[in-house]
């Protein structure tokens, strides 16, 4: 072979080894990275839900909010007796509890569901993206928050491009997660009875009832009536008993008298 002919085949040997040298790295590294921004340890949608979503309290609206109001007030109660001196938030701030109460007003009671994309909570709380992210890490490093980041894949992605998108994570609570005071307190607060449904029934009807009463009694049993109501005070209770016989009285004369002026002649 002359030295013409080799010159001239030598340059695509040499390109070719190259392009395998490639082409091994590469396979070896993985497939090619496509520019996508997705976290790392996110799962697929609808794989990883269940281990994070309960139903909240027992699952009714009045139980959830029941559930809720205690979770609340045991979030408050940490962030204030945590809160250190001079200071004006605790380790959890007024933020983080505002992003929790939100998240809780528009979670699904039943099944526990709560996936708000950051830009949501923004609009909920009409805070900065900065403010509601760090108040949600507050939220998890105390226990009171948990999430599993989620992605989705895309409809008809370019075959080198990215073939899923980050979606909104799937937050829910672990109770074994919280600092065991506040396990505690919130075991307090969920055992203490609640107000039943009809209360506000029984508390009408019984005021009624207790009007019609007094409204029957003599002035001067009512005056005892209200007399016991104030602490027995006697100078009250003789006040009100001349005024009531006065009142009493008057009104025999007037039932027992007759207007002469109608009388027939």
Not at 150 to 170: K, M, Y
Not at 241 to 254: K, P, Q, Y
């Amino acid at each position: 072979m002359s030295g013409l002919q080799l010159g001239s085949i030598l340059p695509g040997v040499l390109s070719g080894m190259a392009f395998a040298a490639e082409a091994k790295v590469a396979k070896a590294a993985g497939p090619k990275r496509t520019g996508a921004h997705v976290r790392r340890n996110s799962y697929h949608a609808g794989t990883r839900e269940h281990t994070i979503w309960r139903p909240i309290g027992d699952g009714s609206k009045r139980g959830a909010r029941r559930f809720i109001g205690a979770y609340l007030r045991a979030a408050e109660k940490y962030d204030f007796d945590n809160k250190e001196p001079g200071r004006v938030n605790g380790p959890l701030g007024h933020i983080a509890i505002q992003v929790l109460r939100v998240m809780f007003r528009n979670a699904d009671y039943k099944t526990g569901r709560i996936d708000p994309a950051i830009d949501t909570l923004m609009q909920w709380t009409r805070r900065s993206r900065g403010a509601v992210v760090n108040a949600l890490r507050r939220l998890k490093e105390h226990g009171f928050l948990d999430w599993i980041r989620r992605t989705e894949p895309l409809e008809n992605p370019d075959p080198f491009g990215p073939q899923v998108r980050q979606i909104s994570n799937a937050y829910g609570i672990d109770i074994g997660r919280l600092p065991e005071k506040i396990r505690g307190l919130l075991g307090r607060l969920l055992s203490k009875a609640p107000v039943p449904d009809d209360h506000g029934a029984h508390e009408a009807e019984r005021k009624v009832q207790l009007r019609q009463w007094m409204n029957g009694l003599p002035l001067a049993e009512l005056n005892d009536s209200i007399i016991d109501a104030h602490g027995g005070d006697a100078k009250l209770a003789e006040t009100l008993a001349r005024l009531g016989m006065a009142l009493d009285n008057s009104n025999a004369n007037l039932s027992g008298s007759h207007n002469p002026e109608t009388e027939v002649k």
